[in-house]
């Protein structure tokens, strides 16, 4: 049976009230938790983007919830300040802490003004940066040359045992490749058998480890406004890693969804205003053999659905 953990969207809530949403889930029975990473939201509804790292330390130090972070290394962040990051947290919170890491999507990267690489070079660079951040976790003093350049750098804060760094990956492709380097695979939700395609990519690759799953969400009392707000929350999850990872601001993905059906939301987000529906999709995910899931409820009423959810799903799943 999978852990069930809640997801802490930066995208559509200010810092302190994701904290605040964050010990609610606790309080409601979730296992653990995760949050995304952004410089930028997806989408102008959304409104949002604290600053993840900053966020984590509170978040750890409020509850007592295992927590994690996708991040992209080797553009807006350099690998030594993300293992900097990720060694504080572990330090602090021995064995609370893992680092997931992909290769980025444009939204949150470009504001560095770098040119924005091709997804085969954003891999070369990410594998790149996974050697570095391993190096230093080892207590390596550091020097790389490639597409990352790192200049004698030490960790001189390290943890006893090192977070664990995982692979986001949402393709077969991009999963099979990191099973040689990866502690863990974290995907997102994709009809079953597409999520069971990218597990089995890794798992067939070699890959070991725990495999997390994030779960989009859209709960409310009633099926059109959970409709409705699954649409204007996160419509931009329809364009997939293609188009989605190159658009630069909130505005361009607005223009790319502008044509997205309230109705085409429902390959992308679990939508329905019955608990019961919302345990069964959970239900045959588990099937698939993930170690962990990560809730991501799209709409604004986090409260309700943490009351909703832990009264009749959570009891159900477990």
């Known amino acids: 049976m999978p852990a069930y953990g809640f997801h802490a969207s930066h995208e559509q809530f200010r810092p302190s009230e994701l904290l605040r949403l964050a010990v609610a889930a606790e309080q409601a029975g979730f296992d653990r938790a995760m949050c995304s990473d952004h410089f930028a939201p997806f989408g102008p509804e959304q409104g949002e983007s604290g600053f993840a790292w900053s966020w984590l330390g509170a978040a750890l130090a409020r509850t007592d919830l295992p927590f ?16 900097q990051a990720a060694a504080t947290l572990a330090e602090m919170f021995p064995g609370r802490f893992w680092l997931a890491v992909g290769s980025g999507q444009a939204l949150n990267e470009h504001v560095t003004g770098e040119r924005w690489p091709s997804k085969p ?21 550091v020097s790389h040359r490639g597409l990352v350049t790192v200049d004698r750098a030490v960790l001189w ?81 329809i364009l997939g890693s293609d188009a989605g990872w190159d658009l630069a601001l909130p505005d361009d ?66």
Not at 121 to 141: D, H, K, P, Q, S
Not at 181 to 195: F, H, M, R, S
Request: overall charge negative.
């Open 68 to 83: 994690g972070v996708v991040n992209a290394p080797g553009q807006r962040y350099h690998p030594a300040l993300v293992a």
């Open 121 to 141: 070079e954003r891999n070369t660079r990410l594998r790149e940066c996974v050697e570095v951040i391993r190096a230093l976790f080892a207590g390596e003093c």
């Open 157 to 237: 804060t390290r943890p006893v045992e090192p977070p664990p760094v995982y692979a986001a990956a949402v393709t077969p492709a991009t999963a099979g490749w990191a099973a040689s380097w990866a502690d863990g695979l974290i995907t997102v939700n994709q009809p079953v058998p597409k999520v069971r395609e990218v597990i089995e990519a890794y798992r067939g690759a070699g890959g070991g480890g725990p495999v997390l799953l994030q779960v989009h969400v859209s709960w409310a009392a009633d099926e059109p406004a959970a409709l409705r707000q699954a649409h204007e929350q996160w419509r931009t999850a």
């Open 253 to 318: 993905l607005a223009v790319a969804t502008a044509h997205v059906r309230p109705e085409d939301m429902r390959e992308h987000v679990l939508i329905s205003s019955d608990p019961g529906r919302h345990a069964q999709w959970l239900h045959e995910y588990a099937e698939l053999g993930v170690d962990e899931c990560y809730l991501h409820q799209v709409g604004r009423d986090q409260d309700a659905f943490l009351d909703t959810f832990s009264t009749h799903v959570l009891p159900e799943l477990r």
